[in-house]
């Protein structure tokens, strides 16, 4: 399967990113969420007055965190192909079978796997490290690559 991709890929002149872009998109997306989230939740990090409560606090709002990234990352994907760090880098997420942008439900799945791959050590992007089309896990299930535009 994976060889049917990569002549797929060459026969249209596309190239995989790299994983440094792949990394830096993510530390920009993760930078806009974190802003986004500060935002959104100021006014009750405002009253917080120790460590703990800070803990405490972010803690009982995990789930709103794991929707925020759910959210973000697949409204960007759907819509643009990319996150906004994935724009900046200049590097697009396409299905494989169509070498196009991912449908809604697509993008669905690859953000909520995302989360569980972020969530379990990163285990799910360091197995890109062995797939010879750099496949996260999130990649994976949603059956897309991460591409170069340039």
Request: charge should be neutral.
């Amino acid at each position: 399967m994976s060889q049917n991709i990569i002549d797929k890929l060459q026969r249209e002149n596309i190239t995989l990113a790299p994983f440094k872009k792949r990394a830096l998109a993510y530390a920009i997306d993760e930078l806009l969420l974190s802003m986004l989230f500060l935002i959104i939740y100021w006014d009750m990090l405002e009253v917080v007055k120790s460590y703990e409560e800070t803990v405490m606090m972010t803690s009982n709002l995990l789930v709103q965190i794991f929707a925020l990234k759910v959210v973000y990352q697949a409204f960007f994907t759907w819509y643009y192909g990319a996150s906004i760090g994935k724009i900046v880098m200049k590097i697009v997420c396409v299905d494989t079978d169509l070498l196009d942008k991912p449908n809604f439900k697509i993008s669905i799945i690859r953000a909520l796997m995302r989360v569980v791959s972020e969530n379990v050590f990163f285990l799910g992007c360091i197995w890109a490290f062995s797939n010879p089309l750099l496949q996260t896990w999130h990649d994976k299930f949603a059956k897309t690559v991460v591409i170069d535009v340039y």
